[in-house]
């Protein structure tokens, strides 16, 4: 079993910048392909960003692209979400997944409670 707990989501500018971070409990965490997603508010949960166990290829959607960095941190069985140049439209709820297999997609194993960003214009 791996429990997900996200943290350091809050309320930004325009323009500003968050690190969301997401904590695994288990020994088989650097094993694991992690990745983020959101869902706003009357919207369907989408991908956002994944990487792979050994952080050597990572994917992102192409609507954070360029703004938005994914990385790991096996040691600290951490995930994180580097967040630039945010826009109103990138508030919604974060969550963290993980997987066994060599991606992450709704219907991953395991799942975070998420955390709330929310940006202002």
């Known amino acids: 079993q791996v429990q997900l707990v996200e943290s350091g989501g809050g309320l930004v500018q325009a323009g500003g910048s968050l690190r969301l971070s997401c904590t695994a409990s288990?020994?088989?965490?650097?094993?694991?392909?992690m990745g983020w997603f959101r869902q706003a508010p009357g919207k369907e949960r989408e991908f956002v960003a994944a990487?792979?166990?050994?952080?050597?290829?990572?994917t992102y959607a192409d609507s954070v692209k360029g703004r938005f960095t994914i990385s790991r941190d096996n040691a600290k069985n951490t995930v994180y979400l580097q967040m630039n140049s945010l826009k109103p439209e990138d508030t919604a709820v974060y969550y963290c997944?993980?997987?066994?297999?060599?991606?992450?997609?709704?219907?991953?194993?395991?799942w975070g409670r998420g955390t709330q960003v929310t940006v202002s214009s």
């Open positions: 997944a993980g997987d066994r297999r060599a991606t992450v997609t709704i219907t991953s194993e395991y």
């Open positions: 990487i792979t166990w050994g952080g050597g290829r990572t």
């Open positions: 288990g020994r088989t965490f650097s094993s694991y392909t």
